[in-house]
């Protein structure tokens, strides 16, 4: 069984020379520069994440033209970096005006 789950292939990378991808954190402790306020991410909404850590999320656990669901979207991190790394994205937000400003980032 964990020899089938280590072939199935789940994103993009080449798992023989993971060491090798100098902008994939590889430690248990990610040490993650200065927030990326580049494009879309203006940081105006209060409690969003640094837009960093879904990147290494989708770009470790999906391939490109996987669907990403988030389901407290808030101001649309996570779909601004999915629709960068050529992922699908889907966002559900309880507040409709927050929802709004997301569907206007991404
Ligand atoms: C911490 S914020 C998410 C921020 C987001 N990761 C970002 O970077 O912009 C959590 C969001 O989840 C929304 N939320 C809370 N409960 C919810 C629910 N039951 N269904 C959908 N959205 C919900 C809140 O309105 C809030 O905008």
Do not use: C
Request: charged letters at 25%; proline letters at 3%; a neutral charge.
């Amino acid at each position: 069984m964990i020899n089938e789950i280590s072939k199935l292939k789940i994103n993009d990378l080449n798992l023989k020379e993971w060491k090798e991808y100098q902008d994939i954190l590889t430690d248990s402790l990610w040490l993650i520069g200065e927030r990326d306020k580049s494009g879309a991410h203006n940081n105006a909404y209060h409690g969003n994440f640094i837009p960093q850590i879904p990147n290494q999320m989708m770009r470790r656990f999906t391939k490109k033209g996987d669907v990403v669901l988030d389901a407290f979207l808030g101001n649309g991190t996570t779909l601004i970096e999915s629709k960068r790394l050529g992922r699908h994205g889907i966002g559900i937000e309880l507040i409709p005006e927050v929802a709004r400003s997301a569907v206007q980032n991404i």
